[in-house]
């Protein structure tokens, strides 16, 4: 590993080049002895789908850099096979963490087996895989996104109390993605009503341009949508684009409940196009760092670390949206 030093660093460096106690070299638990400054994290990260993934890698590589903790890091574009890619490379750099946001739940057994050989630790960021083997990552830290979904629908259950006949479509996320997967079942979850009906339902992969042409489609073969689920904002900023298009008024002829609660999400809340967002959040860059820095101790870390999150109506929002972080 090609590291720069200056100053304290490179003292310290000096004495582990002497004592060789390096933390470097795929020796996972055993580092740490030359603090921060020692350690390489390699994190393939999902894209730049969304307004949320863009703060995620901001804050993750401020979070790093300001722990003087050396980031490798990776955009995967949404491919499955890009991350493995990288998270390869990461096991053949002898990186000393490896952390990801799997872009999908699945087929993750057999590129983590190979990082655990290699006796370099995993850490799940934002996104869940369906391993049935928990010991080929250290630890998932992330939102509860059932419970995001359940928190979509108990808001759906209280505005529609008194309708007779919703019918609700659904923008999904990233097909096979854990927040995908999660947030439509934690909505069905709740929402059990027989007046409600998801009278159609697609991904728009999490993108702005994905969910305005799915719900352009969706306003063509549907003439009555009363609510728009949309398992991100971005996608709900594409699908008022949509309905306005349409001639239509969203967050009035057509209600709009999405998650995330970005800045522009937030934006829409206030402007009464989106009516309700349950905030999802990517800040986890200093968490992050610091399961790092206990894995890499070899101190123990806990196996899931949940996400603090809220939920915002109209008026919270404007409220909440002058201090918002993201
Ligand atoms: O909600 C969405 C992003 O995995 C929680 O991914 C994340 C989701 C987030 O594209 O905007």
Redesign the pocket.
């Known amino acids: 590993m090609i590291k720069k030093f200056t100053g304290v660093a490179a003292t310290a460096a000096m004495l582990i080049a002497l004592t060789g106690c390096a933390g470097g070299g795929g020796s996972g638990a055993q580092g740490g002895e030359g603090g921060s400054e020692d350690i390489v994290v390699g994190f393939a990260q ?1 894209g730049a ?2 307004g ?2 863009t703060a995620n890698t901001t804050d993750i590589k401020r979070a790093f850099e300001e722990a003087g903790i050396e980031l490798k890091f990776s955009d995967a574009q949404q491919k499955q096979e890009n991350q493995i890619k990288a998270i390869r490379s990461y096991i053949q750099q002898q990186v000393d963490v490896i952390a990801f ?1 799997p872009v999908v739940e699945s087929g993750w057994d057999t590129v983590l087996k190979e990082a655990k050989d290699a006796g370099i630790p995993v850490v799940l960021t ?2 869940a895989v369906d391993s049935e083997d928990e010991s080929l990552y250290v630890s998932f830290l992330g ?1 509860d996104f059932v419970l995001e979904g359940e928190r979509a629908g108990e808001w759906v259950n209280t505005e529609f109390a008194d309708a007779d006949q919703v019918n609700i479509v659904e923008l999904q ?1 990233t097909t096979g ?1 854990a ?1 995908a997967n999660d947030r439509a079942e934690g909505f069905r979850n709740v929402v059990t009503d027989p007046k409600f009906e998801v009278v159609a339902s697609q991904t728009g992969d ?1 993108t702005r341009a994905g969910g305005k042409q799915v719900m352009e489609a969706f306003l063509k073969s549907n003439p009555d949508i009363d609510l728009v689920y949309a ?4 996608m709900g900023l594409g699908a008022i684009e949509a309905i306005e298009a349409a001639g239509l008024v969203p967050g009035e002829d057509i209600k709009i409940v999405t ?2 609660a970005v800045k522009d999400g937030m934006q829409a809340l206030v402007d009464g196009k989106i009516n309700f967002i349950v905030e ?1 959040s990517p800040l986890l860059g200093d968490q992050l760092v610091e399961i790092v820095q206990k894995v890499v101790a070899g101190e123990d870390v806990e196996k899931r670390i949940v996400t603090e999150e809220t939920t915002f109506t109209q008026e919270q929002a404007a409220e909440a949206l002058p201090n918002r972080q993201y």
Not at 231 to 234: E, F, I, M, Y
């Open positions: 999902v789908e969304s949320w993934r946001s934002d996104r939102s996320g993605a927040p999490f398992h991100n904002d971005d998650v995330d999802c």
